[in-house]
T-cell receptor
Framework: ELKVEQNPLFLSMQEGKNYTIYCNYS?????LYWYRQDPGKSLESLFV?????AVKQEGRLMASLDTKARLSTLHITAAVHDLSATYFC???????????FGTGTRLKVLA | DTEVTQTPKHLVMGMTNKKSLKCEQH?????MYWYKQKAKKPPELMFV???????INESVPSRFSPECPNSSLLNLHLHALQPEDSALYLC?????????????FGPGTRLLVL
């Protein structure tokens, strides 16, 4: 059974600091996704990671995937207040088409 | 245009009512999805339509009935819902259901069942 865990669940950080959110999944996964959700809003797709060693960057966010360790990371560089949101990872196993979201990480960037 | 639209934005219904949620996209995407999200929880996949055919049903109760009348439109028919079905219902679309492409989400319908 595919399980996806994120940590930390909550993250409060100062502007200008760096931090990493971790996403572990329990079985072989074909794809790994990162989403952002602002309070009361819908989801915004951030990254789609398709293979081992994949790294994608957009602005202050960088995501990577290590399929051997079953681990994806979302690294935040020099955080700014606008990055405050909940971040979800999600894993897809195409064999049985299971698409499971992680628990989410609520990020608050303090000015 | 990368927009997915959903109507209505809010819906309040009684347990004996029948209502429908509507989702539309004009990006030429061939996969469309329904998700349910309870407050402070991650989204849960309910249904996947691929090329207008239901390809995934995640053991959703029959009081939820999806329909894909054409490649741009996805409906979710609701009947005899329970208060625990109150949630944010999100629609999404992607190029296809292979998982390679980005999913684009609509703004959601916030449903309250009394």
């Amino acid at each position: 059974e595919l399980k996806v865990e994120q940590n930390p669940l909550f993250l409060s950080m100062q502007e200008g600091k760096n931090y990493t959110i971790y996403c572990n999944y329990s079985t072989t996964s074909d794809r790994l996704y990162w989403y952002r959700q602002d309070p009361g809003k819908s989801l915004e797709s951030l990254f789609v990671l398709l293979s081992n060693g994949a790294v994608k960057q957009e602005g202050r966010l960088m995501a990577s995937l290590d399929t051997k360790a079953r681990l994806s990371t979302l690294h935040i560089t020099a955080a700014v207040h606008d990055l405050s949101a909940t971040y979800f990872c999600a894993a897809l196993t195409s064999g049985t088409y299971k698409y499971i979201f992680g628990t989410g990480t609520r990020l608050k960037v303090l000015a | 245009d990368t927009e997915v639209t959903q109507t209505p934005k809010h819906l309040v219904m009684g347990m004996t009512n029948k209502k429908s949620l509507k989702c539309e996209q004009h990006m030429g995407h061939r996969a469309m999805y329904w998700y349910k999200q309870k407050a402070k929880k991650p989204p849960e996949l309910m249904f996947v339509y691929s090329y207008e055919k239901l390809s995934i049903n995640e053991s959703v109760p029959s009081r939820f009935s999806p329909e894909c009348p054409n490649s741009s439109l996805l409906n979710l028919h609701l009947h005899a819902l329970q208060p625990e079905d109150s949630a944010l219902y999100l629609c999404a679309s992607s190029q296809d259901s292979s998982g390679i492409g980005t999913q684009y989400f609509g703004p959601g319908t916030r449903l309250l069942v009394l």
